[in-house]
Structures are given as C-alpha cells and as structure tokens.
C-alpha cells in the first residue's frame, strides 16, 4: 500500500512543449512534476521520462530538466507499456511500483497504467501531477483507474512515503519545496 522508494519508478509521461499550453492545469503539473523529480533524486528513485512524438510535439518542458541518469525515451504509442524500448528499459529497473505523472491523464497516462497494472506492477497516479485539456477527462482518468486498482495520490503522499522519516538529510532538503 505504501510507495516505497526502493521499490517504485518515477514516470514522467509527456509533459512536451506544445502539449502542455493546452491543458487545464499546466503550472501545477509542472511544479508538481519537478518536486517529484527533486524528490527522486534525493531518495534514490529511477526516472524514465517519455516524449510522444518529440518532432510534432517538441521536447519536455524546459522547467522538467531531467536528473543524471535518466532515460528520455520517444514514443509513438499512448501506452508506454506498448512500447518496447519504454518496456524494456522499466523491466530492466526490477521495481515493482510504478509512479505516474504526465499529461494527458485520460490518454498516454490511463493506457500506460493500465498495461502495467495488467502485467502485475504497483501503480500510483499522482492526480496533482497530472492534467488533461477538460476536468471531465481528468476526473474519468482517475475514476477508471482507482476502480482498476491504482492507487491515487498527491505529490506530498509520494514525497513522505519515499522519505519515511522526518529529520533525515533528505527530508531537510525536499522540506522547502512541499511547504
């Protein structure tokens, strides 16, 4: 039930240049995304950002720079489980959780959390962090999905279940960015 940073895999799925301007709730998606970025890094957590079709629709925001180390993979499937280079390199990884966040919540972000629950995985869907062009889309995204057996959680849920435990390096650190 708890996300643990040992065990899980932060997926930032899409958050491009010209995707972004058209969703509803583009500043908190990213300034959420960012604090999970930060948050992963400071507690060990493999990031794998996706790009649907960079060409058409640019690059990841600039404000979402990428830790070392990590795999900015381009699709062209929804499902970044459809996709076997995405597939592959989350295998790879050994986790069994997985942590999403991205745009469009009831698109790339449903199909991608609906291959890996169905291929036995953990996933939680981090609703802070991720938006569609219409509150209808969001709300049906994680309707569907807590009815399927993803966890949904807030950016500060998967920040303090990662640290665990206040008064750490770690947990001094992430502080100023959840107040």
Request: glycine fraction near 6%; proline fraction near 6%.
């Amino acid at each position: 039930m708890l996300i643990r940073s040992a065990e899980s895999v932060l997926v930032v799925i899409d958050i491009q240049e010209r995707l972004l301007p058209a969703m509803r709730s583009p500043a908190q998606t990213v300034r959420n995304t960012r604090t999970l970025l930060a948050a992963a890094q400071e507690t060990g957590v493999p990031v794998l950002i996706t790009e649907q079709y960079p060409e058409g629709l640019g690059p990841t925001v600039a404000d979402l720079s990428p830790p070392p180390d990590t795999k900015v993979l381009t699709k062209t499937h929804f499902s970044c489980m459809e996709d076997a280079t995405f597939a592959d390199a989350f295998r790879k990884l050994g986790r069994k959780q997985a942590v999403l966040a991205g745009i469009e919540a009831h698109i790339c972000v449903t199909q991608t959390a609906a291959g890996l629950i169905e291929q036995g995985y953990e996933v939680f869907l981090v609703s802070d962090a991720t938006s569609s062009r219409t509150a209808e889309s969001e709300q049906a995204a994680v309707t569907r999905l807590a009815a399927n057996g993803a966890g949904i959680v807030t950016t500060e849920m998967v920040v303090f279940e990662w640290l665990g435990q206040a008064g750490t390096p770690a947990f001094k650190k992430l502080l100023p960015l959840i107040k």
